[in-house]
């Protein structure tokens, strides 16, 4: 797993852009751990900061700076509340909400309402100009690399960063042709922003969860394995140290950037020559009828049909061979290791995410299983448990958006008293099914088919 502790991607982002001779910028992100830092610790160098449908509020960090954030988000799913109540706390900040939209991590904003997000993002930047003009930057156009942060330059004017968005920094691609117009745009990527970052940092108590379920598979030396929905390959890379890689492992996934990334991140661990890595939509897997020995699918299936996909995963696995599901549970309560007045204890242990129609994130995960024709499934509903580092900030940020600022002081107060004993029990669903021998997989998609990176 990437290391984000020993050096602070906020040191990584001041090292590169002062390498290109920049000391302020206007900033653009999703994912509070690549904006955080910066703001909290360098906001000299961030002359505005736009938020595109973001996941978490630092309202304590941002409430300084309200004045020059903007906030672009979907009206719908279930975090749009918590969204309400941050904002509320940020007086002066500029929000723009999208009606009739539907923003979780994976959805593509820019795809979907690329006109909207491009009018809200010049009108701002164009008022900040306005009120305090950005030496404009000259840099040549290109591709390169710095503090293990990757950037492509493009265009001219005052500087503008953009982080990765949802799944991935390529999202920008259809306001760059604007944008550079007027900035100079550096889009940054690579392992330590976004996604991938936001991925690898689930640490130990997830993968105390997959290795649950992997025991419960209980694979052989040789079996080939494939893993869908694979992001990053934080999972697959763990299964191939795990099983000393004597198992060859596919990753399939829907997004061609977090594919690179994990190709890279496992070069760089020496497994690139056990886990292969393949394009490719879980409801529509390209690959052929019985072709593994397990097929595991880790919190996925909360973001499509998740019928479709158990189907699937099924249909590739052989008669014998196991099926084994994780996914995030929204029908048990969380776990907060703080002494809060009960209704306060409450609120922040009800469990919280966002799931599509068709998904899957609750107890339903088992008759789904059998109903897909699953057999002996064996159902483990367990809890991963963060008791430091960046999930748990992110967790804790989370939980404090949805209080009154009452209740934020309460909980900001046992937190501290607390201290190393503070811990945050995420729950999820997991189980593991046989493909019977007499199961008769669903006609396999056509030649071609199953992505759509």
Sequence with gaps: ?????????????????????????????????????????????????????????????????????????GDGGNAVADLARAVDDLPGATVTMLRDYFSPMWADVMADRSGEVQSAMLEFLSLREKESPLAPVQLPEGEGEEAGISYTIRGSGPPLLLFPLGLAASQWEPLLPVLSERYTTLTLGGPYLGMVAFLETRG???????????????????????????????????????????????????????LREAGRLAASEGLGDVIEWQSG????????????DATMA??????GDADAMLAQCARVTRPGGKVAVIVRSLDMPWWVNLPLRPDLKHKAQTGYGDVVQGGCADASLYERMERAGLEDVVMLPQWATYGSGERLQQQQERMAARLTPEEVAEWRD????????????????SAVGTVGAGFEPARAPSAGSGSRA
Excluded at 13 to 32: K, N
Excluded at 414 to 429: D, E, L, Y
């Design 298 to 303: 880790f919190t996925v299936m909360e973001e």
């Design 281 to 292: 939509n879980g409801e529509e897997l390209p690959f052929a009828d019985r072709g593994f």
């Design 1 to 73: 797993m990437v290391a984000q502790e020993a050096h602070p991607v906020e040191e990584r982002i001041v090292q590169l852009i002062r390498r290109l001779g920049i000391e302020e910028a206007h900033v653009a992100a999703y994912l509070p751990g690549d904006w955080g830092g910066l703001l909290e610790r360098h906001s000299s160098a961030v002359r505005s900061l736009t938020l595109i449908c973001p996941r978490g509020l630092k309202t304590e960090v941002l409430r300084p700076h309200a004045g020059r954030l903007l906030i672009v988000s």
């Design 414 to 429: 046992a937190i501290a008293a607390a201290g190393k004993r503070f811990f945050v029990s995420q729950p999820f669903h």
């Design 204 to 258: 130990p108590g997830y993968l105390r969860v997959v290795r649950s379920v992997v025991e419960e598979v209980g694979l052989e030396p040789g079996q080939r394995v494939l893993e869908v929905g694979c992001g990053a390959g934080t999972v697959a890379r763990w299964l191939a140290r795990y099983t000393e890689k004597r198992n060859p492992i596919v990753g399939a996934d829907i997004n061609s950037y977090l």
